[in-house]
């Protein structure tokens, strides 16, 4: 005697089964376009960009609130005696670097009396800005900084440390902060005068504070020159740290790095060109 | 249980985002999770967030989406290397 139940039972859930995985992968087809759609066509990166942003900034304020409560707190237990000889030492090291300092700013200012001379205003409005976020935390060496269009940062604006010091541009702007892609940053191209001759070339980014530029092996360029951004004002961008020179290779690869470790920088400015600063 | 320590080790993965100074640490836990939980799929949601956050510039040629792949590559990877582990063979 044949029984023929069971093997109808199982055709039977076979093919719901069978039908259940078409539902299930006819749902995740249309979740999947759905989401590319969103990413590729309605700005679903800068919405998403601006929520985790958003999220982020509060959570990083957050964060620096409480390590300067902590800090506040360790100065408090720390004996009197190791204060007061850090003060002393702290005192002697900024007297030397004023008096250091005082040349450096007449020349300084002598620079900017001649450029005003001849129709040149060199002063740019900068507002300060806090870093949030450095490139240690990320492959990508960007900073997140705490100003954004509450002050009127815009895309491209220039980003400084020191006064100086040329460290990246501002790539992203949301409402309290702002995405800064550091010239270091791997793959960023960016114009330098390199040497005593100042040679205008294209400097590459190699992440970590390093950059690369290929030169003519018969350039003189030697270890310690300082590279500058081009402009009236010339900004400091690093120093050339290592040539490499290959007798079958009719360039010279020279490395240098940034002045300043951007994962130690904690405040930046942020040059507004020819804008009004809103707060 | 199983449950409850997913969702403590999530908290701790998006605070590492945020918080921590080296991205190899978020990294290192995604990894560590990906390995003690079935199915974890949050590896690809992280390094989304870490893309919305921190992507930009000319990295991989401008590509803005180098954690999110990478997230789904190491995936792949590690499911397929468990599967050929006894330990993780019965999941």
């Known amino acids: 005697m044949i029984i023929y139940y069971p093997r109808l039972a199982g055709d039977r859930f076979a093919s719901m089964r069978k039908q259940r995985n078409i539902q299930k992968r006819t749902i995740t087809f249309f979740v999947t376009v759905g989401l590319v759609s969103i990413f590729l066509f309605a700005d679903g990166y800068g919405f998403l960009s601006r929520s985790v942003g958003f999220m982020a900034v509060s959570l990083w304020k957050t964060q620096n609130y409480a390590g300067n409560l902590w800090g506040g707190f360790r100065n408090l237990v720390r004996s009197k005696k190791s204060l007061v000889d850090e003060n002393t030492k702290l005192k002697e090291d900024l007297r030397v670097l004023s008096m250091k300092l005082l040349d450096r700013n007449l020349l300084f200012e002598e620079n900017l009396d001649l450029k005003e001379a001849m129709g040149r205003s060199v002063l740019d409005r900068t507002v300060l800005a806090s870093v949030l976020a450095g490139p240690g935390q990320s492959l990508y060496d960007t900073l997140i900084i705490d100003i954004g269009e509450d002050f009127g940062v815009e895309i491209g604006d220039e980003v400084l440390y020191a006064g100086n010091i040329m460290i990246g541009k501002v790539t992203e702007v949301l409402k309290r902060s702002s995405k800064v892609v550091l010239f270091s940053s791997p793959g960023e191209l960016t114009d330098v005068l390199v040497g005593d001759e100042k040679i205008t070339t294209t400097a590459k980014g190699r992440a970590g504070g390093n950059y690369e530029i290929r030169l003519p092996r018969d350039i003189a360029i030697a270890e310690g020159d300082v590279v500058l951004l081009p402009g009236i004002m010339p900004r400091i961008v690093g120093y050339v740290e290592y040539i490499d020179v290959k007798t079958s290779d009719p360039f010279k690869l020279i490395l240098f790095r940034d002045v300043v470790d951007s994962r130690q920088v904690r405040e930046v400015e942020v040059v507004l060109r020819d804008k009004e600063i809103k707060k | ?91």
Do not use: H, N
């Open chain 2, 1 to 91: 249980m199983i449950m409850t320590r997913r969702i403590i080790v999530d908290i701790v993965v998006i605070l590492s985002i945020f918080c921590a100074p080296l991205w190899w640490i978020t990294v290192c836990l995604l990894v560590f999770a990906t390995f003690f939980f079935k199915r974890y799929y949050e590896i690809i949601l992280a390094g989304l967030i870490l893309d919305l956050l921190y992507g930009g510039g000319a990295f991989f040629w401008g590509f803005r989406f180098v954690y999110t792949v990478s997230g789904m590559v190491l995936y792949v990877a590690l499911t397929t290397f468990k599967k050929q582990t006894r330990f993780y063979a019965g999941e």
